[in-house]
Every structure is written in structure tokens, then in C-alpha cells.
């Protein structure tokens, strides 16, 4: 998956699939989204989750409840199989009685296998400054 095109609209793909995962949190719709090896990680310097049923399990202890959050995106980036996201995830508008009032910039690096799945993922994310 080298051609540009393909790429993004794979990466297009993929994070409307991410968004239905991050909605339904049903273990199916997280797993297909990865390799079986796949690693996760959700900071750079961290740990990764690895392998699909890692993912789920850290996944699903993190999860967000559909409804309390706003998510935006666009494609920042293509190289390769490697695809750039630049997101921001906006908990304060999410329509919540008591909204926390977090906001954060996402910048998410997603390196793609030839079926559309990621094989590595990480998530780069900064809390936006209240004010």
C-alpha cells in the first residue's frame, strides 16, 4: 500500500471504523481494527499494548461511554503505509450535564498493513489549556 490515494482512502477507512469502535466498545469491532501482532501505544515512550487481545483488554479498562466526547479529524499526512492524523477530542461539548472541560490535540501515527489494519499505532495527545 504505497500509492498515496490508496493509502489515505485506507486511512479514511480506518478511522471511520476507529470512531464506530470508540462508540460501541464491542470488543469485535476494537480487534478488527488491528493486526494480531499489532502494537498500541498510547504515548510514545510507554509500553505498548501488544497483540489484538491486549488492545481489547487496554482498550476496553480506558474506554470512553459513547456520548461524552466530540471527536474531529483530518488526514495530516501520508509516507508510505505510515498515515498522520491530526485530531482533537473535545470533552466539553460532548452535550453532558457536567462536561469536565477537557480538550485535547491528538496527533495519531498509524502504520497500515496491506488489508486496511493497523499494525502499529501510536497516539501522541496534549490537553489544550482552558481560557
Known amino acids: 500500500m504505497t500509492d498515496r490515494n490508496t493509502t489515505e482512502a485506507a486511512a479514511r477507512r480506518w478511522v471511520a471504523a476507529y470512531e464506530n469502535a470508540w462508540k460501541t466498545n464491542e470488543p469485535d469491532d476494537i480487534r478488527a481494527l488491528f493486526t494480531d501482532d499489532a502494537a498500541y501505544l498510547t504515548q510514545p515512550w510507554g509500553e505498548p499494548w501488544a497483540g489484538a487481545d491486549a488492545i ?18 483530518e488526514i495530516a499526512g501520508v509516507d508510505g503505509h505510515r498515515v498522520f492524523v491530526d485530531a482533537r477530542t473535545d470533552y466539553a461539548a460532548s452535550g453532558e450535564e457536567q462536561p469536565d472541560g477537557r480538550t485535547y490535540r491528538n496527533l495519531w501515527v498509524i502504520d497500515l498493513d496491506e488489508d486496511g489494519r493497523a499494525r502499529a499505532f501510536t497516539e501522541w495527545y496534549m490537553k489544550q489549556p482552558r481560557g
Open 56 to 73: 481489547v483488554a487496554g482498550w476496553l479498562d480506558a474506554r470512553d461511554e459513547p456520548g461524552t466526547y466530540e471527536f474531529e479529524w
